[in-house]
């Protein structure tokens, strides 16, 4: 299936969606956040069975979490499997909440564990979410960008300053 | 009549049976275990976050420690993403130095698997074997790069330095030596009966269920399916050489380690096949200044196919002179976390380490 076909039915089927397709075959889909799983099951009937990874970046200055869904293809057709589909969503960084994608993907539990940990966000409907590499409780989240790690190390470990600041 | 109780039992990361640092705490009843939960994080380093500190050069050195075992494609699918992001080409010759330099740290890395591997099942024999050739694979790396491990050989544009003279000549040396014992390594190890009594049937995981858990690599291999990232999105060299991708059907332990043997034996024809076509030329497209190198505001998920299945990045640029986030996609990730969870419910105490050193988990990759 072509990326035009795809982008002409979910087109159709979902409203509020901005669809883009760079030149090596790469789809780009952002949508909002009520609208995920229903986009990722109707990409996984299509093929794209295979989430590789899910992220999330935080865009302080616009004040939002991006969570971003990489999907690929398990399928061996020579068009199809070099197509990823990149699925992104906003939300608010102040109260971020987000539906997990669990009842479609069976391995998203642990990124979104991952993503719960190191960005606080929620995910509804994963009931696992507790901590996976960390030991201490944090004020911030550690990967949120506002978390300045030398800053943490200078508060945790007393004032050893690093060599470029002693020469001061 | 005795009431039959659960025992919580801690498995790593101080274990004979555990390879890294890893743990996993078990609930057996009896010698059967009825919930595993996998505990990651002894090797939390935080790369990902240092990473937003750096610029895109400086990364490198970071980069290469997520995965100790085999660094060179951590390497590559980092300077991959860096390449696509600022739009650069790599020579023709810098792409056959790239993939014959993975290929051979790919053979290193099954090597060490195999260590592991037999190591655990009591073979002492074939394991050393097995260390000492990933070791004079480790020697071909110091000449070519300066550093025995860690290469940081791989940079955007190409590669750091051309072969030295002579340098094709021990490459197909050693190769010759390391498979001059194959023979040997089949009788002492893959032939015997012992290996096929303790990992036949072990760990065994169907196609549907390893689609469904997201398994790639070895794992997803040895179901049936021939899905090779160096096959599907060819990268670097990967189209201009003929392969075979080693499938089995079984889906367990004994299939999966058969195919670390197959995937040796194949690269090791590939790199004979490069090293005869390499062409002349540059090894490395000159890139700007690092200190003053911006790379417009965009994002990119880049994948290869490392020696444990695929390799992913996710980068994200805003404009600046650094990274603004990066996130791998590794495979043990989910072989070592979703998918080990999975296998272990119902197992015996005693395949614990057969199951999880089969899947090829290697502990610092899900950490990061």
Redesign the interface.
Known sequence: MSTNKLQEEIGSLFKDITFKVSKNN?IFIIAQKEQILDILSFIKDKGF?????I?C??WIKKNQFEI?Y?L?S?L?EDEK??I?V?LKTRISREKPEIMSALPV???A??YEREIHELFGVNFDGNNRLI?????REYKIA??RKD?D?REYVKNLYGSILPVEDKNK | MIEERELELFYGPQHLGMVGNFSITLKVEGDTIVEAIAN??YL?R?F???ME?RNWIQNFPLVCRINVIEPDSMEMVYAMAVEKLAGIEVPERGNYIRTIFLELSRIASHLFGAWAYVNMLGFDTAAQWAMYHRDLILDLFEELTGGRVYHIYIQPGGVRRDFPKGFKDKIVKTLHSIGGCIPDYDATFFNNSLFYKRANGIGKINLETA????AVGQVLRATG???DIRK??PYAAYDKVDFNVPTRKKGDAYSRIWIVRDEMIESVHMIFKLLEQMPKGDVWNRTPNPFKWQIPER???V?VESSRG?L?V?L?SNGENKP??V?F?TPS??HG??ILEKLLKGANISDVGNIMISLYVIAPEI?R
């Open positions: 790469k069975d295979h989430l590789a990874l992220s970046v935080d971003v990489i690929t398990y061996l499997s070099r990823h990149i993907f069976e391995n539990e642990f901590p996976l590499f960390l030991e550690p990967f978390f790690t | 990651p994080g939390h935080g990902e976050k240092l500190y689609k469904k858990l997201g399916m021939e899905y599907i999105e994002d990119v998920y994948r695929e992913g996710y994200v603004y986030r996130h996609r990730y989910t976390l979703v950490d």
